[in-house]
């Protein structure tokens, strides 16, 4: 009982705790690398839309996928317009599992990116937490 207590009063420290860890990982072993790698690499990610329907612009497209990457991931670490950057991450992370699957990649390849999908989502819902720029804004309001 007075573990459940301690994290129920405690689980923004969660939220924040899980923005940190994704909020790194999408920054410097996602997004980083892919910015880098310049439009011909941000072609070969924009193709991937082509599992939607859209074959126009892949350079445009991959460009924004590394974006959604390394500045969502920005943003989710701060805690800063978590919702609107977890909805392009999510959606970031839907496109990416699609590539996946289309490719007959194998399951261990292609979970990543719909756990991820699952993890945007939640913070989507959940929000970012009080230890975050958000919940300042929102005092301040």
């Not at 590394?66 to 701060?78: A, D, R, W, Y």
């Not at 977890?86 to 719909?114: C, E, G």
């Not at 939640?122 to 009080?130: P, T, V, W």
Request: aromatic share 16%; glycine share 12%.
């Amino acid at each position: 009982m007075i573990i459940k207590n301690f994290l129920n009063k405690y689980s923004d420290a969660g939220i924040l705790f899980l923005r940190i860890g994704i909020g790194f990982s999408f920054i410097f072993v996602h997004g980083w690398g892919k910015i880098m790698g310049g439009p011909e690499l941000w072609g070969k990610i924009g193709g991937s839309m082509a599992n939607l329907g859209i074959t126009f612009a892949p350079v445009f497209w991959g460009f924004m996928a590394s974006i959604s990457e390394f500045g969502g991931g920005i943003l989710i670490l701060l805690g800063l317009f978590t919702r609107p950057a977890s909805a392009f991450m999510a959606f970031t992370m839907l496109v990416a599992f699609m590539q996946h699957t289309s490719k007959l990649d194998p399951w261990n390849r292609a979970i990543y990116p719909m756990e991820m999908f699952a993890v945007f989502m939640a913070l989507l819902f959940i929000g970012a937490g009080k230890y975050s720029i958000d919940a300042l804004i929102s005092k301040k309001k």
